[in-house]
């Protein structure tokens, strides 16, 4: 039985590294399964494969890109408690997803950052309050290896947008392209503040932290990264 | 011919059921979906003469001719799969993410005699 437990796992081995894992995975906090995949596998699983013309065996029709492996990096980063935070600012955070886990062989085709909120982060009152969102890049290193929020960061997106909104998106692309090409990912600074006035209408301090409760709901940042394996699909092969 | 028990349309090469539980091979803890699925495998004789509907090569035509006049010392063809599926899976990666990846070749749909 000793043999047979060995073959047994020398098998298990070679199969899950011909499915692109390096060991059995064991989820120790595993997260919800977001909604995206699952309707993309369940509409997979409606439309039977032999139906399916082999070009398309390797693109992701939702998002119309190349791709036959599609993840959902959850965030890493953690909030940042600044000692003197800047007027009207909410909340700013470090978002940080790890891409090491891709394989060489895969090209990055798409990479889509979800921000989320909490559905009860609303709350109805007369007044519609507009909140600026503003997504920024860290580039430049400070000691011991930490990225700085307040240095050397570039402004990728600045956006305002009301409470109502449950979720919001933003085309990372390039960026994660770049993450891997020179291997550094110093992960971005996420601030959401009060916005849709000016300096004289700004709320004081009791005022502002009424107003950021209604995002301190902020829930969860995502990313979806989609990847295309040539080696593991079959136009590609049959291409070879 | 007359050495082998006949072969009837029920021992030829074709697909057979197989449902391949993710459970069963210890691994329900990191795939989230599917549970299970009908994986199929090859089964059967690919007697002489080579039928159109066993999806066979001119190579195994004529190995089935050899095979009959040498029986001893050439195998019939084998019955294997020719033509397979792919499925998607939904699972936990080593680093606990969510991965819905593409994977070729999965399941059987059609076996030949090759």
């Known amino acids: 039985s000793a043999v047979l437990g060995m073959e047994l796992s020398l098998q298990e081995s070679l199969l899950l590294k011909s499915l692109g894992l390096s060991a059995k995975p064991s989820p120790k906090s595993p997260i919800p399964v977001p909604s995206v995949l699952w309707?993309?596998?369940?509409?997979?699983?409606?439309l039977p494969a032999p139906n399916k013309d082999p070009a398309?065996?390797?693109?992701?029709?939702?998002?119309?890109?190349?791709?036959?492996?599609?993840?959902?990096?959850?965030?890493?980063?953690?909030?940042?408690?600044s000692t003197q935070p800047p007027r009207l600012l909410c909340l700013q955070k470090r978002l940080y997803f790890n891409l090491s886990v891709l394989e060489e062989d895969e090209s990055l085709t798409m990479a889509q950052l979800e921000v989320k909120f909490s559905h009860n982060s609303y709350h109805a009152s007369s007044q519609r309050q507009v909140f600026e969102l503003r997504l920024y890049r860290s580039s430049q290193m400070v000691l011991r290896g930490v990225p700085s929020p307040?240095?050397?960061r570039k402004l990728l997106v600045g956006q305002s947008f009301a409470q109502l909104h449950q979720s919001l998106l933003f085309n990372l692309t390039g960026v994660a392209k770049e993450w891997r090409t020179h291997g550094r990912n110093l992960g971005l600074i996420l601030e959401i503040s009060v916005g849709g006035g000016d300096a004289a209408s700004a709320p004081t301090s009791e005022g502002l932290r009424n107003v950021c409760a209604n995002v301190d709901a902020f829930l969860a940042a995502s990313l979806l990264v989609v990847t295309?394996?040539?080696?593991?699909?079959?136009?590609?092969?049959?291409r070879r | 011919s007359a050495q082998h028990p006949p072969v009837t349309p029920s021992n030829l090469c074709k697909p057979r059921r197989?449902?391949?539980?993710?459970?069963?091979?210890?691994w329900e803890n990191w795939i989230i979906a599917p549970q299970g699925y009908m994986a199929n495998y090859c089964l059967g004789e690919c007697p002489f003469p080579l039928t159109a509907e066993l999806n066979s090569t001119n190579h195994a035509i004529l190995q089935t001719m050899v095979h009959s006049l040498d029986p001893e010392g050439t195998p019939q063809p084998c019955c294997v799969p020719v033509r397979l599926s792919p499925i998607s899976i939904l699972y936990y990666d080593n680093n606990d993410n969510v991965v819905l990846r593409h994977y070729e070749d999965m399941v059987v749909d059609e076996c030949g005699c090759r």
């Open chain 1, 150 to 152: 307040e240095r050397g």
């Open chain 1, 39 to 46: 309707r993309i596998f369940q509409k997979r699983k409606m």
């Open chain 1, 228 to 238: 295309l394996n040539p080696q593991q699909c079959g136009a590609a092969r049959s």
């Open chain 2, 18 to 26: 197989l449902y391949i539980s993710f459970s069963d091979v210890g």
């Open chain 1, 56 to 81: 398309d065996a390797c693109r992701v029709e939702e998002f119309n890109v190349p791709g036959n492996i599609i993840r959902v990096f959850a965030d890493q980063g953690h909030f940042i408690h």
